[in-house]
């Protein structure tokens, strides 16, 4: 008799490991905002290290060189421009 005392909070508790180990895991999409959710854009943020405000300072100061051009152009000239200034 003293067996099954020991025998069921045994049972449970391997129920209840069982139940948690075994859940569908949350597969969480890191955070890119909408704006550089591109493929250049990922790329700029990549070589920036997720630094999100230089990414947006840099395609800015491309803008105002360059009014006329597009913000796919403008990402463009700012990764070439990080390229070259790390060789």
């Not at 067996?3 to 597969?27: A, G, M, Q, T």
């Amino acid at each position: 008799m003293a067996y099954v005392f020991l025998l069921v909070p045994l049972i449970v508790l391997l129920l209840v490991w069982y139940l948690l180990s075994n859940r569908p895991r949350k597969v969480t999409k890191p955070l890119i905002p909408e704006e550089f959710d591109t493929g250049r854009g990922r790329r700029l943020l990549v070589l920036l290290k997720g630094n999100v405000p230089s990414a947006k300072r840099m395609i800015e100061e491309t803008r105002s060189k360059h009014p006329g051009k597009d913000r796919e152009w403008c990402i463009g000239q700012a990764i070439a421009e990080i390229e070259r200034d790390r060789k």
